[in-house]
């Protein structure tokens, strides 16, 4: 077991499973490009991105001009405001379905494609495919989300080309935002190599063929990312709105939520109410198992996010992770239902995938945690059970919305 | 190089042992560093009276690069070495400039469907020796600028001084057409 | 004809692909085996991987990453530089998957296993790598173990004078990732003629590209942090500069969705 070393400003740790950097003062890529946010002219970036997107306009109307791939959640309500409203264009949405929809998930979605008056396309893949991968994945590298990265990452690239709409315009780039692998003046575009690196721990789908024999062709060529021949006589490219706007996912879900209703909800593993409201899983057992392989959850890529923006100290970010990283799961029994297993079952899979490096077992069911928050200096003036810790994000609702703690896989969602 | 030719449909053994090699339809001598230690090799496994044999039955034989040198009488890399002698011809050092790196162009000298549909594709080129040999022998050259043999051919033995191995799309469908023809004849 | 080439360069530091700014900044990228894989199946006309932090730490060569890069089935040409100490080194580099070498400390501790390992391996396997830059009137040659900077040494000119090595990689390390960085004169004032150079460090937009690939010495150019930034960079590198001695531009088709265009 290395040491991993802090950044000395967030909360992040050269285990960053993205990758991280420290320079000789001990801070961390992530928070050195983040401090172009403050340091860049936005209105000279907004100006290039109007350039940029100019030549995609189709001025008799007849094909979209661009494509937006949304959720009920993520910021999707901010980038269609930005598309739509303020760049002018006319997109076509598109949203790959996932089977743990929450109730306000589907909700938050039927009332984006309603209040911005989009058209939509959905994909859906059958539950035998889907739940075939999941088991594959879960066993051998300790994912339930594989399906579901593939097929948000990929599909909008399927749609691009079929339709012969060139321009996707993401939101914010993840490597970007949060360990600083790029600048915002190197303009990153989407790339096949990021999304099989980073969104599908290094296996695209024909990988998954090779590795299970359980897995078949028709089980995941829907998974493929489109070949090279086909992108280029589209002209395929992904932009990332985040390169040109002063990206703040607190501040635009705030103002989403007074302009256009985007309703919210909290969490017990984490402080954050904006984000991930449509899936039951993503905060809930899917985060836990980052827990468990990385020593680090969620909590801590949204504390170090606000400590950037100067919204928490450091000291309350980590009071805040404390609080929130060791929650039980609500949402366990519906996923083994989902999957067919049962909860023994699961939680040895689980087990499975505890990084030694961070977890260590010191008798049946009892292990000792030793991650990215146990291993900060021994800062004795961080108590977990601290009450005064800012409450800085506001939940308008709940998962359930009207209606039970159940998978909703296609909802009506208005009213 | 296996990975290649199992990309494109071809079973693979890698192997210096004759009773593996006598079940394969066609024997493929890959090549890297310099032409004594190679020939060297060749005879401390007594593969060089195996392949001369092979080659008089027939048995299609394929070098690659300082594969294609060994098939030739004799290189002067280093110091005099013979080598198998399967196509008549020496192996000398390239004239300035000395060394042939980069992609290339063939062109086909003689009509040869195992070669004519990659003629004027570019393949890899690493290499500071050139065969030198009657031109019945040549199938293909390459312009370093003046032109060098870069495919021989005497019956069903074959040198390839590139890489097809490292030629992308274009050795990929060399490979393929060469085996297949190859493996029917 | 004989093309020049693009060199695709990857970047390692403690095990991560990376950028790399000036020698001194770096920005994590991903897993190496992901970045090479990517130049492959673009179609670069060779792959560099330089592993940095080797010499540093007095490591020799990353076996492991190389075995695990012959693995993926690469047909594109590999070059390895990093920590290759002796001839031996340079063998199991060789033997581990790379088809030819660069070689940077070697140049300041050990001629004689330079010289070694062109006789074992062939000089068109060996690629001397100068870290250079322009004091307004001659190229310096940097020692990065040091820090410091002297004038190229004779004996290290000799090798590539007499054939030792078969190119010399040229790093503008000053202005490595810089956009437009690349200092031309370290090309033109060069200190021997007849000699082919890489050039490398702070190459991003087409016209730098052209000018250099018009000079007669330069043999290659190479990208690292510029190549990350979009799809399909090689390809659209190389449609930019069309007329240039270049291989043409490739795109991999294996399961094609549109059945004409």
């Not at chain 1, 749609?159 to 315009?169: D, E, G, N, S, Y």
């Not at chain 1, 005064?388 to 506001?394: G, K």
């Not at chain 2, 063939?106 to 549909?117: K, T």
């Not at chain 3, 000036?22 to 991987?49: F, H, M, Q, S, T």
Request: hydrophobic share 35%; charged share 25%; glycine share 8%.
């Amino acid at each position: 077991m290395s040491d991993i070393k802090f950044c000395k400003r967030c909360l992040y740790s050269s285990a960053h499973p993205l990758g991280l950097t420290l320079d000789e003062e001990g801070i961390c890529s992530g928070c050195r490009i983040h401090e172009e946010k403050d340091t860049l002219d936005w209105d000279e970036r907004w100006s290039m991105l109007d350039a940029l997107v100019k030549p995609y306009r189709n001025p008799d109307g007849k094909n979209y001009d661009c494509i937006v791939p949304v959720t009920g959640a993520q910021d999707s309500y901010y980038i269609v405001h930005l598309v739509k409203e303020r760049l002018g264009m006319n997109p076509l949405l598109v949203t790959y379905n996932k089977y743990f929809n929450t109730p306000l998930g589907i909700r938050n979605l039927a009332n984006l494609r309603i209040r911005f008056n989009c058209d939509i396309l959905y994909q859906n893949i059958n539950p035998i495919s889907v739940k075939k991968i999941t088991r594959s994945t879960l066993h051998r590298f300790g994912s339930i989300y594989w399906p579901i990265l593939a097929g948000q990452t990929v599909f909008p690239v399927q749609t691009a080309v079929r339709h012969k709409i060139p321009l996707i315009v993401w939101g914010a780039h993840q490597g970007l935002e949060q360990v600083g692998m790029f600048s915002h003046e190197h303009e990153i575009e989407m790339t096949r190599r990021y999304r099989k690196d980073h969104d599908l721990m290094g296996h695209e789908a024909d990988d998954l063929l090779s590795i299970f024999d359980t897995l078949k062709e028709e089980d995941v060529w829907q998974y493929r990312y489109p070949d090279d021949r086909d992108l280029n006589a589209v002209g395929v490219r992904g932009i990332y709105l985040g390169n040109y706007v002063r990206w703040d996912p607190k501040a635009q879900h705030e103002q989403m939520m007074r302009e256009y209703d985007y309703k919210t909800s909290a969490f017990n593993r984490t402080f954050d109410c904006y984000d991930h409201v449509d899936c039951f899983n993503y905060m809930d057992l899917h985060d836990q198992i980052k827990l468990y392989k990385h020593g680090y959850s969620k909590v801590t890529d949204h504390a170090s996010r606000e400590i950037r923006f100067g919204r928490l100290t450091r000291e309350e970010g980590l009071a805040l992770v404390r609080k929130h990283e060791q929650a039980p799961l609500k949402y366990l029994d519906q996923f083994c239902e989902w999957l067919g297993v049962n909860r023994r079952s699961m939680q040895f899979l689980m087990d499975h995938h505890r990084n030694p490096s961070f977890w260590t077992k010191t008798a049946p069911g009892n292990w000792d945690f030793n991650g990215w928050s146990a291993q900060h200096s021994k800062n004795a003036s961080v108590d977990p059970m601290r009450t005064d810790l800012p409450d800085i994000f506001e939940a308008n609702d709940y998962l359930e919305y009207n209606h039970d703690s159940k998978y909703i896989t296609i909802g009506k969602g208005w009213p | 190089m296996a990975h290649s030719l199992r990309d494109i449909g071809f079973r693979v053994r890698v192997s210096a042992d004759m009773e593996v090699l006598n079940e394969v339809d066609i024997l493929l001598l890959p090549g890297v560093g310099a032409y004594p230690s190679a020939m060297r090799a060749l005879h401390e496994r007594g593969l060089v009276h195996y392949l001369q044999d092979q080659a008089r039955e027939q048995r299609p034989i394929i070098g690659i690069c300082l594969g294609m040198q060994l098939l030739a009488s004799a290189s002067h890399e280093l110091h005099y070495t013979v080598g198998l002698d399967l196509i008549p011809g020496e192996v000398v050092p390239l004239t300035e400039p000395k060394w042939h790196i980069g992609w290339n162009t063939i062109e086909c000298v003689q009509d040869d469907p195992l070669f004519g549909p990659s003629d004027g594709q570019a393949f890899y080129f690493n290499h500071s020796f050139m065969y030198q040999g009657p031109a019945e022998y040549q199938v293909c050259v390459s312009r370093h600028p003046t032109p060098i043999p870069s495919v021989i051919r005497r019956g069903n033995i074959i040198g390839l001084q590139f890489h097809p191995e490292k030629s992308q799309a274009a050795g990929k469908a060399l490979l393929k057409n060469i085996i297949s023809r190859l493996a029917h004849a | 004809m004989l093309k020049k080439r693009l060199v695709g360069v990857v970047t390692v530091k403690d095990g991560w692909a990376v950028q790399s700014f000036g020698y001194k900044r770096y920005l994590p990228l991903g897993k190496p085996e992901c970045l090479v894989e990517n130049l492959d199946r673009w179609g670069a006309d060779e792959i560099l991987v330089q592993v940095i932090d080797r010499s540093v730490n007095g490591s020799n060569p990353d076996f492991e990453l190389l075995e695990r890069l012959g693995r993926l089935g690469l047909e594109t040409p590999l070059i390895y530089g990093g920590g290759i100490r002796s001839v031996d080194d340079g063998v199991r580099a060789i033997q581990s998957g790379a088809d030819r070498l660069v070689v940077d400390s070697l140049l300041h501790d050990d001629l004689a296993a330079v010289r070694g390992l062109s006789e074992r391996l062939g000089a068109q396997a060996i690629i001397a790598a100068l870290p250079l830059s322009w004091n307004g009137e001659h190229v310096e040659w940097l020692d990065y173990r040091h820090g410091s900077s002297s004038s190229i040494s004779v004996e290290v000119l000799s090798l590539a004078e007499t054939g030792i090595v078969s190119e010399i990689l040229v790093i503008d390390w000053m202005h490595e990732g810089h956009q437009d960085g690349f200092e031309q004169n370290l090309i033109r004032n060069f200190p021997l003629s007849g000699v082919p150079l890489i050039a490398f460090g702070g190459i991003s937009n087409s016209n730098q590209m052209a000018e250099l690939l018009q000079m007669p010495n330069i043999s290659a150019i190479a990208a690292g942090n510029f190549l990350s930034y979009r799809e399909h960079a090689v390809q659209k590198y190389k449609e930019a500069l069309s007329g240039m001695p270049l291989r043409l531009s490739a795109y991999e088709s294996k399961y094609p969705t549109l059945t004409h265009v």
